[in-house]
């Protein structure tokens, strides 16, 4: 199984970045999908889940109004659409694939993407 995260970058407070998450090796189809992050210095966050068929979804209150997760299951991947972004948000952000999509905590999550970097500039 291979989860590959990728569209981090450097952009400043106030603009957008879109991450994607491909995954591979498992029926992707029939996992929970979510976006943690690890700030540093800190401990890894839940970010944004979605249900098996994309027609759930939930995010952390830091983030809620201003990202957006969606999932592809023709494509076997997830995006993380994120504006308004504020230095606060710099973090490396993982996909996770898993049993869970509603807060759930990291154990419920089977396989692990490496990570992409997001930063924000003030």
């Known amino acids: 199984v291979q989860l590959q995260a990728s569209g981090g970058g450097l952009v400043q407070a106030g603009g957008s970045l879109r991450l994607s998450c491909t995954a591979s090796g498992l029926t992707f189809r029939t996992y929970a999908m979510a976006w943690f992050r690890q700030a540093p210095g800190k401990e890894r966050e839940f970010v944004a889940g979605?249900?098996?068929?994309?027609?759930?979804?939930n995010y952390a209150e830091a983030v809620k109004g201003r990202f957006t997760i969606s999932r592809d299951n023709f494509n076997n991947m997830i995006d993380l659409q994120m504006s308004s972004l504020k230095p606060e948000d710099t973090a490396v952000y993982y996909c996770a694939a898993g049993n869970s999509w509603y807060n759930p905590p990291e154990s419920d999550f089977d396989y692990w993407g490496q990570g992409t970097l997001v930063t924000v500039s003030s």
């Open positions: 979605i249900n098996w068929t994309g027609g759930g979804t």
